[in-house]
């Protein structure tokens, strides 16, 4: 994929279940709409036909799936994502907000799973013709927290019903891919407002508002 040809700019939220990725990326679109600037908000997985199926088999308690199944269909879902709704936001110039994007699967299925973390690198880039955001905003909390934000909500899914070690795995993932992707950390035990308030600082330096 030729990035130069895609004039928007794409922005990921990244970290645990129940750190406020959700939260804050319908916060920032918010903030798009109010200034008037073109915007796509989406999440992983979802957000295409065959994504929404997809998302439904990976959450749900009662699928059996084994760990690569688990990683093969989150591409599929990805591949997708970015193919069909994506990429094209991204050429009409827009800014794309994404809630997760292939670093999940590298500190789910990866580090938390134990799978090879660099073929699945391999594999998602493949998936997504090599494309890559702009700015990753990861929300760091310990796990006990956010799954307690997340059991309070609505209860647990699939992949939130895994055991402690999991998540602790998880955690270090994702400190790992920080220094390697240079993700823009930040307290995601901050208030909401405040947290929102880090990111729209940011971005606004960044994209130069
Ligand atoms: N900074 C925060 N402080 C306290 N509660 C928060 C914060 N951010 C989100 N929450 C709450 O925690 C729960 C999980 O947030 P959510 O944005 O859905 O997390 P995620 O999408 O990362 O799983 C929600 O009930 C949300 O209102
Ligand atoms: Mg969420």
Redesign the pocket.
């Given at each position: 994929m030729v990035r130069s040809n895609l004039k928007g700019h794409f922005i990921v939220f990244e970290?645990l279940?129940?750190?406020?990725?959700?939260?804050?990326a319908q916060l920032l679109a918010d903030f798009f709409f109010r200034r008037g600037v073109e915007y796509l908000h989406v999440r992983e997985p979802g957000g295409t036909v065959v994504g929404d199926k997809l998302r439904q088999i990976l959450l749900n308690p009662d699928t059996v799936l084994t760990r690569w199944g688990e990683v093969l269909l989150l591409a599929a879902a990805r591949a997708q994502l970015v193919q069909d709704v994506i990429q094209p936001a991204l050429a009409r110039g827009e800014i794309v907000v994404c809630?997760r994007y292939l670093f999940s699967s590298l500190a789910y299925q990866g580090y938390g799973l134990m799978q090879d973390v660099e073929l699945i690198r391999q594999v998602n880039l493949e998936a997504v013709g090599g494309l890559m955001p702009d700015w990753t905003f990861l929300?760091d909390i310990d796990p006990s927290a956010g799954l307690a934000?997340?059991a309070n909500?609505r209860g647990l899914d699939r992949i939130e019903q895994r055991d402690e070690g999991f998540f602790q795995r998880v955690v270090e993932g994702y400190q790992l891919l920080a220094k390697k992707y240079g993700f823009i950390k930040l307290d995601?035990?901050?208030?909401?407002q405040e947290?929102h308030r880090q990111v729209v600082t940011i971005i606004e330096q960044e994209l130069k508002f």
């Open positions: 970290g279940d129940g750190c406020g990725k959700t939260t804050q809630d929300l934000r997340q909500r995601g035990k901050a208030s909401i947290i």
